[in-house]
């Protein structure tokens, strides 16, 4: 046995051993805020990709026809079909996209960790981690508006839906339709703002509007 050999590729193992520890730290930064990818994902991807740019830049020798940039270029990409399945369409929100971008960039550490760079490779994961938490500060600048879908049903002219706009501080309806109820018009409303009104100031509404027969607050769309 070449002892000279096993020892270069321990040597080559410590990269894949700091991509590990790495990974956990960005992980586990994850998993405290309950995001679709965690510790382990985390953790794994950041080792693969240490492993793949071990084996692209140390495996094939001194061989001419070796490319050492051949298998580290198809990391990003593959990285990205991962990346894909955690996004995901959901009540008409985008769910995942920031865990998605999250594990990329944790293959890029892991890559410069397999690449022997380690002061990157710590000090990438570092910023990372530290761009997570200011993001997720409770700060007005970092604050994603929050709209509220209401159900509005109303009697009597249609021309009383600019009176409805005005209570509740919108430009256009969502969906708009009419509905012939025994003999009477009934108009059916649904709207989104960005203003949260509570139970009480909806019955308030409804008590000194006559003509709005219900409101449906929906939270949940």
């Known amino acids: 046995m070449n002892w000279e050999i096993v020892l270069d590729q321990l040597k080559n193992l410590i990269g894949v051993a700091v991509a590990i520890v790495l990974g956990f730290a960005i992980g586990y930064e994850r998993k405290a805020r309950a995001k679709e990818a965690g510790i382990r994902t985390h953790t794994i991807v950041c080792a693969g990709a240490a492993l793949m740019m071990v084996v692209s830049k140390y495996g094939f020798g001194d061989s001419l026809e070796a490319d050492a940039a051949r298998i580290a270029s198809q990391i990003v990409s593959g990285i ?10 959901r009540k008409n929100e985008i769910h995942g996209l920031t865990t998605a971008a999250g594990v990329w960039a944790t293959a890029g550490v ?112």
């Open 80 to 89: 990205g079909f991962l990346g894909a399945g955690i996004i995901v369409y």
């Open 110 to 221: 892991g890559m410069a960790a397999g690449a022997k760079m380690y002061v990157v490779a710590t000090g990438a994961t570092i910023l990372l981690i530290a761009i997570q938490c200011l993001l997720h500060a409770n700060w007005k600048i970092f604050r994603t508006k929050r709209y509220y879908r209401l159900k509005i049903r109303y009697t009597g002219q249609e021309d009383q839906s600019l009176e409805i706009k005005r209570l509740f501080g919108v430009e256009h309806f969502r969906n708009f339709t009419m509905r012939n109820v025994e003999g009477r018009i009934e108009y059916h409303v649904s709207l989104y703002t960005g203003k949260e009104f509570s139970s009480e100031t909806l019955k308030q509404i409804m008590t000194e509007n006559p003509f709005i027969t219900s409101i449906e607050r929906d939270d949940e769309d």
